[in-house]
């Protein structure tokens, strides 16, 4: 499975529909790392063009990663070992084409069910079944900017509640739509 992860802080929108750059979270490298590692995810890439948060992210993984924590907890290393970080979409699209010999195709996520380049997640998963390179992105605040969306080459049908409710933790997203793309539900 040729899957990569991208979690971009930036071109990404507040909640005014504003582009900005978000501030990293512990948590989410933490959980997303375990959750690309659970579902074989090839890299996880966090995309921020801000050095003090490039700072932030690489001195939280090396902990787990070289550091007392590697052999404390050694499945966090395991999946904190995944993560790089990246300066830009454009960036994170040249090393996964300089790794796998190839451009990825990219996959985007997106809330809103309004989008001309949606494609389904079976249509999605056939893709991946392909043996496609596929760069899978979430955003984070309030989801990718319009910029980052017309980078992709489809974006993903959104996650759908009970009701018109429709903001989940980018965590809970990715477990979500990583296991309807390549979970095994035989």
């Given at each position: 499975m040729r899957v990569h992860l991208g979690l971009v802080h930036h071109p990404v929108c507040d909640k005014n529909g504003q582009r900005i750059a978000s501030a990293i979270t512990p948590v989410d490298l933490h959980d997303l790392a375990r959750i690309a590692r659970t579902y074989g995810v090839s890299t996880f890439q966090v995309i921020t063009p801000l050095s003090d948060q490039q700072e932030l992210a690489e001195r939280i993984c090396s902990h787990w990663t070289a550091g007392f924590g590697a052999s404390y907890n050694p499945h966090r290393?395991?999946?904190?070992?995944?993560?790089?970080?990246?300066?830009?979409?454009?960036?994170?699209?040249?090393?996964?084409?300089?790794?796998?010999?190839?451009?990825?195709?990219?996959?985007?996520?997106?809330?809103?069910?309004?989008?001309?380049?949606?494609?389904?997640?079976?249509?999605?998963?056939?893709?991946?079944?392909?043996?496609?390179?596929?760069?899978?992105?979430?955003?984070?605040?309030?989801?990718?900017?319009?910029?980052?969306?017309?980078?992709?080459?489809?974006?993903?049908?959104?996650?759908?509640?009970?009701?018109?409710?429709?903001?989940?933790?980018?965590?809970?997203?990715?477990?979500?739509?990583?296991?309807?793309?390549?979970?095994?539900?035989?």
């Open positions: 290393r395991e999946a904190l070992e995944l993560v790089t970080v990246v300066s830009s979409l454009v960036d994170g699209v040249q090393k996964i084409s300089a790794m796998e010999g190839k451009e990825p195709f990219i996959l985007a996520t997106d809330a809103s069910r309004k989008e001309e380049k949606m494609i389904s997640f079976p249509d999605a998963r056939a893709m991946i079944d392909r043996d496609l390179v596929v760069f899978l992105l979430f955003g984070t605040a309030w989801g990718l900017a319009p910029d980052a969306l017309g980078k992709a080459d489809a974006v993903l049908e959104p996650i759908m509640g009970v009701d018109e409710y429709n903001h989940l933790p980018v965590r809970a997203a990715a477990a979500i739509i990583l296991d309807r793309l390549v979970g095994d539900h035989t």
